[in-house]
């Protein structure tokens, strides 16, 4: 069986773990509504919010960018199938 690979939006709820989500979009300067289409993997965050999601996600830049990248395929992919 293949692993998926994580994206943003999986790590986001992961590292959120049922907490509170007004520090979170606070400390990662976008609006609620914006957070929780992130977390639910509705959108993906723009590159220029890779520096706070490092920093928030505790990983380096490169990873982030990385991982922004997959998810904006895997959402694509998702669209395309109608999910």
Request: glycine share 6%; aromatic share 8%.
């Amino acid at each position: 069986m293949a692993t998926r690979t994580k994206t943003i939006a999986d790590l986001l709820r992961q590292k959120r773990a049922g907490g509170a989500k007004a520090p979170i979009y606070r400390r990662l300067h976008v609006s609620p509504q914006t957070y929780d289409a992130w977390e639910a993997g509705m959108y993906v965050p723009s590159p220029e919010h890779g520096t706070k999601l490092a920093e928030y996600l505790e990983m380096d830049e490169r990873e982030v960018a990385w991982l922004l990248y997959v998810s904006s395929k895997v959402a694509n992919s998702n669209r395309a199938k109608g999910l």
